[in-house]
């Protein structure tokens, strides 16, 4: 029989010290497979695209009758030329490649604004979704063909629902459609193809442990627990550094919310299984509460306190996965979390810089910007279109409804600003250690060259990848708690 902890997926450096060694894809920040996203000229008029593509010339790869101007200038590839220009110097595939992409992010872009206009364009998206399906597949070649057939999918669950605010609220993800067990597996193969997952657990663990270095009793309030795959590794270290009569006591208070439905309940008192059974089986110990909320607002009476543990809130904000939580609910935990006078709060969210004032278009491309740079960045393997099919389609479907249905420019804009919330309403922040910038690296070091760390202020970490920002985590503690 295997032991407890052998439920939990491995998160830090499982079997991946090959992978760092894998030939990275190319970034979409300065060029996602041979299309520059930066410098495209978004405001191009797409009439004669539409047109050709609706032909059945269209349905080739051959280059459209009209293109974007990247790097300031035109694109030189020719639908009439039979051969290849000497200025080029590259083979017709890869020629082909590139116009079929340019192709396809014009045409997702004026699916997207198809979409938003009056009735009189409904039969402008279907069509137009229409022929994106017939040129894509998750399968496919390359990242932009695989990326446009789940954007595509995306938008056609839009499209199809009269009334999505009425099937899934704005406070719903879209519900799964693969088996969990699946789901499990794939997210457990998305940490060893990326660092996307384990930057937000490996600093957040990292600065907790510092922060409570010399607490005899721990109390952490998980707003989103998921399966609870943050915190093995924390008990982990708690036991390697306290042992018997000195050990330090870690207490766990997850959060659902009933507007999450069953499914999410059952997930928390699942994930409070698993670790109650792993902390038994290394020595650590450990107590676990489940805190049902019946709505959005957060009471901290609700917690069962005591006196002279160190409190520690942890957020992880709108990550694959993780529940959406809108603005107002956030605020109300974290406002309400203020009065626990915590040691730390770690807050790790999304590097979606969408902003108000753009409507939906502008948030569209900047998604679509933001997906590039992740299916670029990730590691090659076999398991990879196993990962995109469960994780990046769901993913991707639950932030375009999210834009979609919050038309509240403030809804969007809060995504990018927490920080600057908590800098102003009673937090102060608390430095990143060298040693959690030096984790930070190592971590990286594991993966495709292209990654990067960037400070964020003296208390926040940022993931990159290469020009684009992906992920990044702050740390911050109550005005009136000790040092």
């Known amino acids: 029989m295997n032991p407890p902890h052998d439920d939990f997926p491995y998160l830090l450096f499982s079997n991946n010290t090959a992978a760092a060694t894998a030939t990275s894809t190319s970034s979409c920040v300065e060029q996602h497979d041979g299309i520059s996203l930066d410098h495209m000229d978004w405001d191009c008029d797409f009439h004669d695209l539409i047109e050709s593509m609706m032909s059945d010339k269209g349905a080739t790869t051959e280059s459209p009758p009209l293109l974007p101007r990247y790097n300031g200038q035109e694109?030189?590839?020719?639908?009439?030329?039979?051969?290849?220009?000497?200025?080029?110097?590259?083979?017709?595939?890869?020629?082909?490649?590139?116009?079929?992409?340019?192709?396809?992010?014009?045409?997702?872009?004026?699916?997207?604004?198809?979409?938003?206009?009056?009735?009189?364009?409904?039969?402008?998206?279907?069509?137009?979704?229409?022929?994106?399906?017939?040129?894509?597949?998750?399968?496919?070649?390359?990242?932009?063909?695989?990326?446009?057939?789940?954007?595509?999918?995306?938008?056609?669950?839009?499209?199809?629902?009269?009334?999505?605010?009425?099937?899934?609220?704005?406070?719903?993800?879209?519900?799964?459609?693969?088996?969990?067990?699946?789901?499990?597996?794939?997210?457990?193969?998305?940490?060893?193809?990326?660092?996307?997952?384990?930057?937000?657990?490996?600093?957040?663990?990292?600065?907790?442990?510092?922060?409570?270095?010399?607490?005899?009793?721990?109390?952490?309030?998980?707003?989103?627990?998921?399966?609870?795959?943050?915190?093995?590794?924390?008990?982990?270290?708690?036991?390697?550094?306290?042992?018997?009569?000195?050990?330090?006591?870690?207490?766990?208070?997850?959060?659902?919310?009933?507007?999450?439905?069953?499914?999410?309940?059952?997930?928390?008192?699942?994930?409070?299984?698993?670790?109650?059974?792993?902390?038994?089986?290394?020595?650590?110990?450990?107590?676990?509460?489940?805190?049902?909320?019946?709505?959005?607002?957060?009471?901290?009476?609700?917690?069962?306190?005591?006196?002279?543990?160190?409190?520690?809130?942890?957020?992880?904000?709108?990550?694959?996965?993780?529940?959406?939580?809108?603005?107002?609910?956030?605020?109300?935990?974290?406002?309400e979390a203020k009065t626990l006078n915590p040691k730390l709060v770690t807050l790790v969210h999304e590097e979606v810089g969408l902003v108000g004032n753009q409507g939906f278009l502008y948030r569209f491309m900047d998604l679509l910007h933001q997906f590039s740079a992740i299916f670029d960045s990730l590691e090659e393997g076999p398991a990879r279109g196993f990962v995109e099919r469960v994780i990046f389609g769901p993913w991707v479907s639950g932030?375009?409804?999210?834009?979609?249905?919050?038309?509240?420019?403030?809804?969007?804009?809060?995504?990018?600003s927490w920080p600057l919330w908590l800098d102003t309403n009673g937090f102060k922040p608390v430095e990143v250690s060298f040693a959690n910038r030096c984790q930070a690296k190592l971590l990286l070091s594991l993966f495709n060259d292209g990654y990067e760390v960037e400070e964020l202020g003296k208390n926040g970490l940022v993931l990159g990848w290469k020009s684009r920002r992906l992920v990044s985590a702050s740390f911050w503690a109550s005005c009136e708690s000790s040092e």
């Open 399 to 416: 932030w375009l409804t999210r834009i979609a249905i919050n038309a509240d420019d403030a809804e969007v804009e809060s995504v990018a």
């Open 75 to 335: 694109e030189i590839f020719n639908s009439s030329s039979t051969g290849l220009s000497m200025a080029d110097e590259l083979d017709h595939d890869v020629e082909a490649g590139e116009s079929k992409g340019l192709r396809l992010v014009h045409l997702l872009v004026a699916a997207a604004d198809a979409s938003i206009g009056a009735d009189k364009t409904r039969e402008l998206t279907r069509v137009l979704l229409a022929k994106l399906k017939d040129m894509t597949s998750p399968n496919d070649r390359t990242n932009m063909e695989r990326l446009a057939a789940h954007f595509t999918n995306g938008l056609s669950k839009l499209h199809k629902e009269t009334n999505v605010q009425r099937q899934y609220g704005p406070n719903q993800q879209h519900p799964e459609a693969h088996d969990q067990v699946d789901v499990m597996l794939a997210f457990q193969m998305l940490q060893n193809m990326s660092p996307y997952i384990n930057f937000g657990y490996l600093t957040a663990t990292q600065a907790i442990l510092e922060a409570v270095q010399y607490e005899r009793r721990i109390h952490i309030v998980d707003n989103d627990i998921k399966d609870g795959v943050q915190w093995p590794s924390l008990m982990q270290a708690l036991v390697s550094r306290n042992t018997g009569l000195s050990a330090q006591h870690l207490r766990i208070t997850a959060l659902s919310r009933a507007t999450n439905g069953k499914k999410s309940v059952t997930a928390v008192q699942e994930a409070g299984r698993r670790l109650t059974a792993f902390a038994e089986s290394i020595g650590q110990p450990f107590s676990y509460h489940h805190c049902r909320m019946d709505s959005d607002t957060f009471n901290p009476l609700s917690l069962k306190l005591v006196r002279g543990e160190a409190v520690v809130i942890n957020c992880m904000l709108h990550l694959p996965r993780f529940s959406h939580q809108p603005p107002n609910s956030i605020i109300s935990f974290l406002s």
